[in-house]
């Protein structure tokens, strides 16, 4: 069995002071350590001096006490948070699962010293939502949005929306013809269309296929490539069989 120096203790309110708590003992307003209050997810409360050394741990109730920390008592409920002020002579580290408001202002853990609380980091809203206040986080009111201003504008749009000039709407980014698209450029088209700068168009010239320097790489079935390989000609009738892109035979008498 484990002993401790110390007592645990029972705040009425948020303040520090004798009489403050249920237990009547005297020593909670100095040598005490607090159990949970009932607004916080979790308190750790650091003494130096009052803890046994051990190497062992103990659990008891929702109070874990490791003795391998430098003194490090915490104690955890899952009740919801909401807490105003505390003062005491020790160093009091409070943390929360979610966060807890101090000063009307979002904060996930802190530190008290000489009664004096700092929070060490605060509270961001998920992507789903946006803070108009310090305390406060609701859903952005843009559809399809995914980060807002406080002020309610819009400045990123999900994947595949577009944002419109006054931040307000979010649209569906659409292309003609177009079967998949990423980054406003259509990456394949329907058929009968030719993908040209990220566009889906119609057939020019009978080709079906440009380079980047729009000279045709594929004729339609209806026509060849010249012999520079870069527009489409109407095939000869000499020509006994073709390709897209080339000539593969020719009537008797003519050779490739």
Request: one cysteine or more; hydrophobic letters at 30%.
């Amino acid at each position: 069995m484990i002993t401790f120096y110390c007592y645990y203790c029972w705040p009425v309110g948020t303040e520090i002071a004798l009489g403050n708590f249920i237990e009547p003992y005297y020593l909670c307003t100095t040598n005490g350590y607090l159990t949970p209050l009932d607004t916080i997810s979790e308190l750790i409360i650091i003494d130096k001096s009052k803890l046994a050394k051990s190497n062992n741990n103990t659990h008891k109730n929702n109070i874990k006490i490791d003795i391998d920390e430098i003194n490090v008592v915490v104690i955890g409920t899952l009740l919801t948070i909401n807490f105003a002020s505390i003062s005491s002579n020790k160093s009091v580290i409070v943390r929360s699962q979610k966060y807890f408001i101090y000063n009307n202002k979002q904060c996930t853990y802190g530190v008290y010293t000489k009664n004096s609380f700092t929070c060490l980091n605060y509270y961001s809203c998920t992507n789903l939502y946006f803070s108009t206040t310090p305390s406060k986080c609701i859903e952005y009111p843009i559809e399809k949005c995914v980060s807002c201003l406080s002020t309610g504008k819009c400045i990123k749009c999900e994947t595949y929306y577009l944002l419109d000039s006054k931040n307000t709407t979010c649209t569906l980014f659409h292309i003609d013809n177009c079967l998949i698209s990423q980054n406003k450029i259509c990456l394949k088209c329907d058929e009968g269309k030719l993908l040209e700068n990220g566009l889906c168009v119609s057939p020019k010239n009978n080709c079906q296929q440009f380079d980047i320097d729009t000279n045709c790489l594929l004729c339609d079935t209806t026509r060849k490539l010249n012999i520079k390989g870069i527009l489409c000609e109407p095939v000869d009738i000499k020509n006994n069989s073709y390709s897209q892109r080339n000539i593969i035979s020719c009537v008797d008498g003519y050779f490739v």
